[in-house]
């Protein structure tokens, strides 16, 4: 089948459908120059522009928000304008701001809240951005398909991967014991490839450091602007689709090569973990066959796992060594556990969502379950043959923090001082609400 793509079509690739300004207010001034509706076409990119500055003098630091995630970045940009109009206060001189964010990692509708905060406390809003980009056409697959497994840490799935790994058309290499993930790795890598800095690098190669092709860390849209625009449409437009495509075989035909070495024929996935990303996302939009499992854990056992798992191996892991105490460290995950219920809500047509608690409760029932879905052999000989095997492969590791099966589940309680449940359940309110936990 030829594979054209869908960037052939005359839509662009991203448009901005409403751009809300927020009123002026004491602590900041501020506007955003770009996007606009009628900014010219910068391929799978968004334009983000302006300036801001604080009638106190006091240090301003630019907040995009797109869901749960957020991107600060600094003024940086000269602005003799602001410095003439504002004489005397200091930082006018480069109140400007001005990046391309990355379209590829954003939902095909999407909304950026873009703010200001002052001296680090206080957040004032400076516009509101509603757009959406083209999402690709799914195609079939060339070779083994993604089955990406979307879940957090310490929430089974190294016991979901390892039953996943064996069997006999599904590919996944030693779970028990390492993360392979060759169609993140293709396509995470073609996405930083795709970005205007790095494709800006087939024109200008500039100082070739390490990883040069790379580009700088970020480019301003005037610099692109700049450009003759069949040239930015060269660099920006259907070449950055085809980047992506041709990641996705490539991982395809890693997947095939490897399921050979183990003396399999008939590889019909590839099985991998990742947390909530873009990368599940664009798997979905551009193979057709892919398929996605959301690996539930009630998020309170979650932490209490994580918590002590760390004690066992003596050192912090899972995101709390970059926090001060335990209660940031909640809150740390409470933000990737709402960015899976975003995902969930997102792409749960064609997925199957899997509680840990009823995998492992009835891993055989669990696994048949999933084998169905994703229309592969599930004979109760062939389950049972897996379960076994993946048990033994399971008890030459040290994963456990609970004596059972049983006791993994509500151990929070248990475990978790007043303080930190108290915290918890507030923290994970909303989706243990989403997943139907209490």
Not at 1 to 22: F, G, K, N, T
Request: proline residues 7%; negative net charge.
């Amino acid at each position: 089948m030829s594979r054209s793509p869908s960037s052939a079509l005359d839509a662009p690739a991203v448009q901005i459908d409403e751009l809300e300004l927020a009123p002026r207010g004491e602590r900041v001034h501020a506007n955003l120059e770009r996007p606009g509706a009628d900014d010219p076409a910068l391929g799978w990119c968004v334009p983000v522009s302006g300036w801001a500055l604080a009638p106190n003098g006091g240090a301003v630091t630019i907040e995009i928000r797109q869901g749960h995630q957020v991107l600060r970045i600094p003024r940086t940009v000269e602005r003799p304008d602001l410095a003439d109009a504002y004489q005397g206060l200091r930082g006018a001189e480069r109140a400007g701001f001005s990046l391309v964010l990355d379209a590829l990692k954003l939902p095909p509708a999407f909304e950026l809240q873009v703010g200001a905060t002052v001296d680090g406390t206080h957040e004032e809003p400076i516009a509101h951005v509603r757009g959406s980009r083209r999402a690709f056409e799914p195609l079939p697959a060339r070779g083994a398909a993604p089955l990406t497994v979307t879940t957090l840490g310490r929430s089974g799935s190294t016991l979901l991967l390892t039953l996943l790994s064996l069997h006999p058309q599904i590919v996944a290499f030693q779970p028990e014991t390492y993360d392979s993930r060759p169609f993140a790795y293709q396509l995470d890598a073609a996405i930083a490839m795709a970005n205007p800095a790095s494709r800006m690098r087939l024109l200008d190669s500039g100082t070739q450091g390490e990883a040069w092709w790379l580009g700088r860390a970020s480019m301003r849209p005037d610099e692109l602007l700049r450009i003759d625009e069949p040239l930015r449409e060269l660099l920006l437009g259907p070449p950055v689709e085809g980047l992506l495509r041709s990641a996705v075989d490539q991982a395809a035909a890693f997947v095939t090569d490897l399921g050979a070495t183990q003396e399999r024929t008939d590889v019909r996935y590839g099985a991998e973990k990742c947390g909530p990303a873009h990368l599940q996302r664009l798997l979905r939009e551009l193979c057709a066959d892919g398929r996605e499992i959301f690996l539930v854990r009630d998020f309170r056992d979650v932490i209490a796992s994580m918590l002590a798992f760390n004690k066992k191996r003596g050192y912090d892991a899972f995101g709390r060594e970059h926090v001060a105490d335990d209660e940031q460290f909640v809150r740390w995950q409470a933000g990737i556990a709402a960015a899976l219920a975003a995902g969930w809500r997102e792409r749960r047509e064609g997925a199957l969502l899997v509680p840990y608690e009823e995998l492992v409760a009835d891993v055989p029932a669990m696994l048949a379950r999933i084998l169905d879905y994703l229309e592969l052999d599930a004979a109760p000989s062939l389950v049972g043959a897996i379960v076994e095997r993946a048990e033994a492969q399971l008890d030459r590791i040290q994963h456990r923090t609970s004596p059972d099966a049983s006791a993994s589940s509500g151990r929070w309680e248990r475990d978790l001082p007043p303080a930190l449940k108290d915290l918890a359940n507030e923290a994970f309110a909303d989706p243990l609400q989403e997943f139907g936990y209490a």
